[in-house]
């Protein structure tokens, strides 16, 4: 059951703390959302899942967490004073291969990233979990592929740099502006690149689509739980599933719930 719309008396402005990840999609979502509910606006604060989750915990607001890890949330928020009672899992992610706009070096397979003089740009934060999702996906496809070496090969090709730490916007402002001549990214990061890079996706079997997954939770922080609330209920409306799905984020349905899950959300 999805939660009615809240007009408020006073204007309400939600923090929102995202993964990464999240950023294309809940621009889309904020347009909507506040479009239907007046009073409402939504402030986006993108970054780290772990660090985002360590800002909570040092008791910043914050009204709705969207991690891209469920794990996040149980392992630093759940049961916590300033932590998190309750969950929801909404939506899906994969990993992919990103080129220059319209992938002028053809690039299909890791076979052609591998290749000698090819620049790539990867995601190497020690927090993030988009660095380890990188090398696992880099493993799977380097095996499927029969040449297990190109994973590390192609890894050393962006060597980790503890003081300059890489995120996801960074590997695709490097593509973009040609740093790199290939960078690994989530899907919905490709997306929301709106057609400035070219885009190489990989079959179910390697690209962790079972495995990453996007939640939703509001944590004790949170100035405005109810409003709050409201709005991680639109995320598992139709309407805004069908925006996920659209950004490169598909639904989950029916949604996961953990925790004391608020009526408006079972």
Known sequence: MIAASIAPALAVELEVFHADSL????????????????????????????????RVLKGEACDVFAPSSPAVIDDELLGKPVGAAWYIV?????????????????????????????????????KD?????????????????????????????????????????DVVSAVRQGGADAGIVYYSAAVAARGE??????????????????????PGTARHPQEATAFVAYLISPEAQEILRTAGQPPVSPALRRGAIPSELR
């Open 23 to 54: 950023a294309g999609p809940m621009r889309e979502l904020q347009s909507a959302y506040e479009a239907k509910h007046p009073g409402i606006t939504l402030k986006l604060t993108a970054g780290v899942s772990k660090q985002l989750a360590e």
């Open 90 to 126: 909404f939506s899906a992610n994969e990993m992919v291969v990103i080129t220059a706009k319209g992938n002028p070096l053809n690039v299909r397979d890791l076979a052609d990233i591998a290749k000698p003089g090819m620049r790539v740009s990867r995601v190497t934060g020690e």
């Open 129 to 169: 979990l988009a660095t380890g999702r990188t090398v696992e996906f880099l493993k799977r496809e380097a095996a499927r592929e029969g040449r297990p070496e190109f994973a590390q090969q192609i890894a050393d090709k962006a060597p980790i740099d503890p003081s300059k730490p890489v995120a996801v916007p």
């Open 197 to 218: 890079v070219g885009i190489v996706r990989f079959p179910e079997s390697v690209n962790l689509s079972e495995a990453i997954r996007n939640a939703a939770a509001v």
